[in-house]
């Protein structure tokens, strides 16, 4: 099976830091500690109201890590000019509604197609690959193959609250990427507990995982945590 990389997002430790307003604990420092502990890329959220990362944290990480960049940000006008004056490797469109604590849902691509294809195709002609992150759902996955995306990231969010058929919902969609020209990826909600059925679908080539692993890194540290999360996805896959 192909190799399941791990992008580690430090939204986290910026929400940590946000809550005494200073410069500690700094989400490039635990970027590097998860790139040191085998992490295979970053993940960012810059969201508009920046309650976690904010555009400096942004232009650190990027500007000092050599791994992939992978900034999820709303598709708007804002974020767009932010992505192209970064260059991140990759970009997650994903739906943002200021009163949800975290993303609740994945984009409506299929409802959207107008909005959202100059801003792919504006990503994309800077070199930067654009991912999309839907539903386990064939009208999504087509409508992000149509207006020109490179990945689906696939919400892991209601498999990961145990709802009945999800799996199997995303077992399907993920067998349906390759016939339409797309990498997929896949997050949200994944833990030690959850994971092993999602890294062992052999079209997912990258797994992205943040409020589970900086939770537990803060009672275990960053490093061990990673790595049991690196060897639990290499064993889904043996
Ligand atoms: N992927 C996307 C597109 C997300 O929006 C998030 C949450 O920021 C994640 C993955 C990671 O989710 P979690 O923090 O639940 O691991």
Known sequence: MTYLRLGVNVDHVATLRNARGGKHPDPLVAAQAAIAAGADGITIHLREDRRHIRDDDVRRIRGIIDAPLNL???????????????????????????????TEGGLDVAGQRRALAPIVGALRDAGIRVSMFVDADWDQLEASAEIGATIVELHTGAYAEGKDGELQRLREAAGLTPSLGLECHAGHGLTFANVTPIAALPEVVELNIGHFLIGEAVLHGLAPVVGRMKALMAEARA
């Open 72 to 102: 999820e940000m709303a598709a708007t006008e804002e974020m767009l000019r932010i992505a192209l004056a970064t260059r991140p490797n990759a970009c997650c469109l994903v739906p943002e509604k200021r009163t949800e604590v975290t």
